[in-house]
């Protein structure tokens, strides 16, 4: 049989300005033949703010991917279905 391996642990240093996170509600994607940029955005009553830039590999890209899709089934089936909202209904009133 072969040999299980344990998932390697890496320690990860963090400043606190980054461990608190950023709220994104928008983002923008580019992509090129070498890398995907992706814009990740605040969209608020004072206007569009840029949050986040990531540039990725496409190999990257598709890795986040389907690392997303596996994280929102299984939310989905834990707290069910994720109702969409149209573009039309986010706006500010």
């Known amino acids: 049989m072969a040999d299980q391996q344990k998932p390697q642990q890496v320690q990860i240093n963090i400043s606190d300005k980054m461990l608190r996170g950023r709220y994104s509600n928008n983002m923008m994607m580019a ?8 814009d990740w955005l605040l969209n608020s009553p004072s206007g569009v703010h840029l949050v986040s830039k990531l540039i990725v590999s496409p190999g990257h890209i598709k890795r986040i991917i389907n690392m997303l899709k596996v994280n929102l089934d299984d939310y989905e089936k834990k707290f069910g279905p994720i109702k969409e909202i149209e573009p039309s209904d986010q706006k500010f009133h």
């Open 31 to 38: 992509h090129s033949p070498e890398e995907f940029i992706l």
